[in-house]
């Protein structure tokens, strides 16, 4: 059989393929194996991690859009595992159903097309009573947004939602040179293990949502302003929220105060 001609990544599908050994090694040795979960890569691309992956844990799914790298995959993994390939848009993949037809608790792993990755994280964070644990390369920005506490810069909803469903665990940064072709943005490794239970009650979850979303859809607004539509000034301070303060202040476990308030309010 003739050599595939070598594959062109593609900007549409946000392809920056991982070709640093030491950064694969790093991110094999996050994959736990000794949980009894079904290991699921998004986005193998050119499989820089998928055969190590197979190698060591002999069984593996992959859910990857580019149609095109499909016979590249399977190619490569002959003989090494068992790899099933599901051709697929992994904003829109049903990850649940995927963790029935396994029978287990699924681990996932990849490197995300960065284009897609806040979208992606909300659409696995509704899909977490299947997810036993990620692991994932993302930009660096993003994660510090996964991670970021109140006060900092990067805190916002997607850090706020991220840290009601997981506990996120930054594990180490990735220089552009380690990907072809390089990224003009740093990248990082992060690891998120979803919450068994919830570590704060926010009532109504649609209200949480609702709360937090309005509160930084104009960061320089005070709360009083920025809830107009859903609380009072009065609301808030029922609360035991400061209604001068700005979102980026807010803790989590007042945002779960806000939102009771405001089912308080509708019931």
Known sequence: ????????????????????????????????????????????????????????????TVVELDRDLIPR?????????????HQADALGFDYTALAKSLGKQLQLVGNLP???STPLMFHLFEQQRVIDRMHFMLQQEVVDRLAAAPGDKAYGRLGIMAQYRCAVVPAFPVPPECFDPPPRVNSAVVSLLPRQEPPFDVGDFDDFQRVVTSAFSGRRKTLRNALSAHLSESD????????????????????????????????
């Open 114 to 116: 960065y284009n897609i």
């Open 236 to 267: 808030i301070r029922s609360a035991g929220v400061d209604p001068q303060a700005r979102a980026e202040r807010i803790t989590p476990v007042e945002y779960a105060a806000l939102s009771r308030q405001l089912g308080a309010l509708g019931a």
């Open 1 to 60: 059989m003739s050599a595939q001609p070598p594959h062109r990544p593609r900007k549409r599908f946000g392809q920056h393929f991982l070709r640093d050994q030491q950064t694969i090694e790093r991110i094999l040795r996050l994959v736990d194996s000794d949980t009894d979960t079904a290991l699921v890569e998004i986005g193998p691309g050119l499989g820089a991690l998928t055969m190590p992956l197979l190698k060591r844990h002999s069984a593996l």
């Open 73 to 85: 995959l399977t190619s490569a993994a002959a003989g090494l595992g068992d790899l099933v390939v």
